[in-house]
């Protein structure tokens, strides 16, 4: 899934994209959203979510 | 009362510094609207204010085929076709990309059902149709800040679909006549020339709520927020379409150089978090707790512009702002589907005069309750402030993505259904009102106000005993006529921001915005 993929998800629901820009590494993105979630989408792929809804995006992502 | 205010003012070096802009505003150029003391007599049979505001429908999309009001029917053909960033007309309408409904309805409606629509609005509820109910949840659609004004093309509403990230669904109408809030507006008074006080989104519009002002963001450029600067085109409105955007709308979701939340001049426009916990933010590590990190760039700094709820204060007014969940978010955390406490959605968590720690922010930020049940205590206790702001919880403010209609509507007719019975219900004055227009597509063309606003027309409902009964007010007005019936009501001085706005709807030779007393009758009652 691909960060576009992984916004169009994520806003679809309501959750307002507040920060897209590379991450500390650069070898990915790091989405910030407005229900506090701040998803990692690398550019291999790998998804992974923080913040206070992390859990909120996971099940829009169909992820753990 | 005006100079007895400035003396108020001047008496405390505190307000000296924030108050600076409002006494400019008194004493500079533009109209004087609330000079008028017999006004004031008039209005003084209210004395208890409650303002209920509701999330993301415009006014067609809800109320566009409510009786004797300018619906859709009305609509001119040019404003019912959509054309694509071209500027040539669709053919058809795009389809909703990733599926009409929200993730987890079953039935779904799927893109592919959506596809070859044709280039006109279309309801939602229809029977030979889609066939959605009002407790159907579906996707979420841009409601921005720069794509609002692309959108509204100049007054011409025709490119509410070509800035879209939703295809169709912009073009999406309910028939609102089964609603609760209905009957309410049948009742009482709909107010169809009503419009957002800002354009774009919650946040934005929040703030107009309660400041009439653009939240700002100081030396933006050279902070972790610099990313989020968007880049406009010379007109100052439109965003820079990126080199890999789709050209046409019927391909895919336009993309932009840099589509965030900060004007190049380092306003805030968009979607923001508070400075203070509850925030979509953590707090820092080693920080204090009842802040968001600063070092965050979606974190926006403490805003230091007076209130209404200042200006409230300052002349002894009682006044509160009610957060549904607010309490149960401070005590559990974050929890969705429900409640799913909004952050942004708590405009004065942005205001330094209300940091935690405050008297102000003890007395004046309060807990709506669960469901809004310590609100809703309050009315039956006939112990609502003067002036009362309430905020339903996400699960029932009828926002698209995570809320549905239904659940919200019910939920609001509720609430007024308590207020009709409240020991201050004889002089009550209740607006129900919504944030903005959730990027739905609306027929009228906004006033031509400044660069903040107005935006597109939304639905506002009118509920007092002293409303022109089974009324529709065609009378111009914007969020910031809530701040006017206020501010007139209660004699305050005038918010820097309404002073603004109705010097540039005069420079652009229109109607001055109304106060709502168009909507009452106050006189021989």
Redesign the interface.
């Known amino acids: 899934m691909d960060v576009d993929k992984v916004t169009a998800l994520i806003s679809a629901a309501g959750i307002e994209l507040t920060d897209r820009r590379r991450n500390g590494t650069d070898d990915g993105w790091s989405l910030s959203f407005s229900n506090g979630a701040v998803v990692e989408v690398r550019d291999n792929g790998e998804i992974s979510h923080s913040g206070k809804g992390a859990e909120a995006v996971a099940r829009l992502l169909g992820q753990p | 009362m005006r100079t007895k205010s400035v003396v108020v003012l001047c008496a405390s070096s505190v307000f000296i510094g924030a108050f600076g802009p409002v006494l400019a505003a008194e004493n500079g150029p533009g109209p004087k609207v609330y000079s008028g003391k017999g006004a004031a007599d008039d209005l003084a049979r209210i004395d208890t204010v409650v303002v209920i505001y509701a999330e993301n429908r415009s006014f067609d999309n809800l109320y566009g085929s409510f009786p004797g009001a300018n619906g859709v029917a009305k609509a001119s053909a040019s404003t019912r076709l959509q054309r694509d960033r071209d500027g040539k007309p669709f053919r058809e309408l795009p389809p909703v ?3 009409l409904t ?2 987890g309805v079953t039935p779904p409606v799927t893109q592919a059902e959506t596809e070859h629509l044709p280039n006109h609005p279309f309801y939602l509820d229809d029977p030979k149709g889609f066939k959605l109910s009002y407790g159907t949840i579906t ?2 659609l ?1 409601h921005r800040f720069y794509q609002n004004q692309m959108q509204i093309n100049g007054g011409r509403n025709d490119k509410f679909v070509a800035h879209a ?2 295809g169709a669904l912009v073009m999406s109408l309910w028939d609102g006549s089964k609603t609760a809030m209905w009957k309410v507006a049948q009742k009482y008074v709909l107010a169809d020339n009503f419009f957002m006080g800002g354009f774009g ?1 919650s946040f934005f519009n929040h703030q107009w709520l309660v400041c009439a002002c653009a939240p700002t963001y100081p030396n933006a450029d050279t902070n972790p927020a610099k ?2 600067i968007a880049v406009v085109e010379p007109d100052g409105v439109t965003l820079k379409e990126a080199a890999n955007s789709p050209k046409s709308a019927m391909e895919g ?1 336009p993309k932009y150089v840099s589509d965030g ?1 900060l004007t190049p001049d380092f306003y805030a426009v ?4 508070p400075p203070y916990q509850p ?4 707090p820092a590590k080693d920080g204090d707790k009842a802040y968001a990190d600063p070092a ?3 974190t926006l700094p403490p805003q230091l512009e007076p209130t209404i709820g200042d200006m409230l204060s300052l002349k002894r007014i009682t006044w509160a702002w009610y957060g549904g969940a607010w309490q149960d978010t401070l005590d559990h ?2 929890k ?2 429900v409640p ?1 406490f ?3 959605h708590q405009p004065l968590n942005y205001y330094a005069s209300f940091a935690p720690g405050t008297a102000a922010r003890a007395e004046h930020l309060r807990d709506g309750g669960l469901a809004g049940t310590e609100f809703i205590k309050a009315i039956d206790d006939g112990k609502l402030p003067q002036v009362s702001f309430y905020k339903p919880q996400g699960d029932l403010n009828e ?5 549905d209609i239904l659940s919200g509507d019910s939920h609001i007719a509720d609430v007024v259904a308590h207020l009709e019975k409240s020991p201050q219900w004889p002089h009550m004055l209740v607006v129900v009102t919504y944030d903005e227009n959730g990027g739905l597509w609306d027929h009228v063309a906004p006033p031509k106000g400044d660069r903040w606003g107005p935006g597109s027309r939304i639905p506002a409902i009118v509920v007092s005993p002293f409303a022109r009964h089974g009324y529709v007010d065609h009378t111009p007005m914007d969020t910031t006529s809530i701040l006017r019936f206020i501010t007139r009501r209660f004699e305050l001085p005038t918010l820097h921001g309404i002073t603004v706005r109705d010097t540039a709807i005069a420079a652009h030779g229109q109607k001055p915005l109304g106060d709502l007393t168009s909507a009452l009758v106050l006189k021989d009652k």
Do not use: L, R, V
């Open positions: 990309w990733e599926n929200a993730k996707h979420d841009w990230d939703s989104g990313p989020s979701i939340n968009n979607t923001m978090q925030s979509g933010n953590d965050k760039p979606t955390g974050y969705s589907p799913n909004q952050f942004h926002h698209s993505g995570y809320a």
